[in-house]
């Protein structure tokens, strides 16, 4: 398919993400919510089980993580919320209904604005985010199929966007923003892998100034970044090509395959009414207070929009913040560098960060790294001047951070330990390169250089570190050659 084609139509996305909240309990009882390589149906309770006479607990600390992601969100918290019950059979479901919010949930109306990669921003409005408990696990093999209940009653909220992602790159740089935004607050632990936040892709095409939106399917539970890209540019592609043919796009729920790079039909997509919603009789409502909601929302990090904010003064390069936003911890210290040293400290900081982190790219399915050990900002702000000050190579101060980063401390000691103080007396630099230039084996590079061939200065500023046994500062020993040939 031809992209002159594709122009002919326009995409519409939205996106409904599940996040698992970081609670130490399930939703509605007391059993372990952090499943992650425990044995099946070992973080199970009787309430979990759905047992006559079992009775559900609401675990406040979920609904403070929801107030603090509405928060992040810019979205308003709702003063009084409901729980209803979504009724439909699945093996994983032993209640044979789940626990939802449909029609009064927590978190209300905002948006989140996402940097796309050209150095734009795309607006997504959030409808709004409820709080719900997860269902099962099942496993499906030849004949047969198993049942894992350890996510059963897992505290979720679902954050629906509205539909205002009109490309693949639009909905990644969502995906991706939601992620650390949930992440940063401490609702989530942001680990994809295991499920802790899985993204359903709703998507619909319509030709170049429709005034409707097209059908729309559902690619259900992406857990990657770049899954979200892909799966979007596949569909758009398999929908343009069913409306080229005359064909009906169906309004359906599919999923997608990483192998193969394709999404496949799995079910028609239910409508509000076939599950039959009702309020649940066992769980009052949620009332909150405004001083409740302003309390628990001033306990709040410092957000990634905040941390580009600060960092804009520093004029690095895009890659360096998102490999700095990949950890929490090393934020924090390069903005609190800043604070305390100023904007030329703290960027040298940030690209050692950048640097011995490695390019990030956030389609890894790995939680934004919060345990990373807290590196002295004193020695780290040492390490910045001594740089500066020509006392360290390049490469040696990143050598010496690499260290600091290990859990090493005091940057002069292991300098002087490693033998990498650099030599800045311009005297005792002076000397070496009196002695360099009266050598006859310069003779052919000094006639170079006057010639106008400045490379050579290479040969000669090689010479004075030899002589100097690699302490010499290079760039004063060029200076000084140059000074020097030029009377």
Not at 26 to 44: G, I, M, Q, T
Not at 270 to 276: I, K, L, S, V
């Amino acid at each position: 398919m031809t992209d002159d084609l594709l122009q002919k139509y326009d995409m519409t996305i939205g996106i409904e993400c599940h996040v698992q909240l970081a609670t130490q309990s399930k939703l509605f009882s007391p059993a372990d919510n952090d499943a992650r390589d425990k044995e099946p149906n070992s973080c199970v309770h009787p309430i979990d089980y759905g047992l006559p006479g079992m009775l559900p607990i609401l675990n406040r600390s979920a609904i403070d993580l929801a107030i603090k992601a509405g928060k992040a969100m810019n979205a308003e918290i709702a003063q009084v919320s409901r729980f209803d019950r979504k009724h439909y059979f699945y093996p994983d479901l032993p209640n044979g209904y789940q626990i939802t919010q449909m029609y009064q949930p927590t978190i209300l109306a905002g948006y989140i604005d996402a940097p796309l990669e050209d150095g734009g921003v795309v607006h997504v409005r959030i409808h709004h985010a409820h709080i719900e408990s997860d269902a099962g696990k099942l496993s499906h093999y030849s004949g047969y199929s198993l049942v894992d209940l350890n996510r059963a009653g897992t505290p979720l909220i679902e954050v629906v966007s509205e539909p205002d992602m009109h490309s693949a790159a639009e909905a990644k740089a969502y995906a991706t923003e939601l992620y650390r935004l949930m992440t940063y607050a401490g609702v989530t632990h942001g680990d994809l892998y295991h499920g802790n936040m899985r993204f359903d892709v709703n998507i619909s095409v319509a030709p170049k100034g429709a005034t409707e939106l097209g059908k729309r399917a559902e690619v259900k539970n992406l857990n990657s970044f770049r899954s979200v890209e892909r799966a979007a540019e596949y569909e758009f592609r398999r929908q343009v090509e069913l409306l080229e043919r005359g064909e009906r796009v169906v309004q359906e729920t599919r999923g997608w395959n990483d192998a193969k790079q394709v999404t496949t039909s799995q079910r028609s997509k239910e409508d509000a009414q076939d599950y039959r919603y009702m309020p649940d009789a066992d769980i009052p409502p949620i009332i909150l207070t405004d001083e409740e909601i302003a309390t628990i929302q001033a306990d709040m990090p410092m957000l990634p929009p905040a941390y580009r904010a600060a960092w804009a003064s520093l004029a690095v390069d895009k890659s360096v913040v998102n490999s700095l936003l990949a950890n929490q911890n090393y934020a924090r210290i390069v903005t609190e560098i800043q604070e305390k040293s100023g904007d030329g400290v703290a960027k040298r900081v940030a690209h050692w960060f950048a640097s011995a982190l490695g390019q990030t790219d956030a389609d890894d399915a790995t939680p934004v790294d919060v345990t990373a050990p807290y590196v002295s900002i004193d020695d780290l702000i040492a390490l910045a001047t001594m740089t500066e000050g020509a006392e360290l190579s390049s490469s040696a101060a990143k050598e010496i951070f690499n260290e600091l980063l290990a859990g090493a401390e005091n940057p002069r000691e292991i300098a002087a330990a490693k033998n990498l103080l650099q030599v800045s007396d311009e005297s005792a630099i002076a000397a070496i390169v009196d002695g360099v230039l009266s050598d006859p084996a310069s003779t052919a590079s000094i006639a170079d250089i006057k010639a106008g061939k400045d490379k050579a200065i290479g040969y000669l500023v090689g010479q004075v570190m030899k002589q100097s046994q690699g302490k010499a500062n290079p760039a004063l020993a060029q200076r000084l050659i140059r000074e020097k040939l030029s009377t």
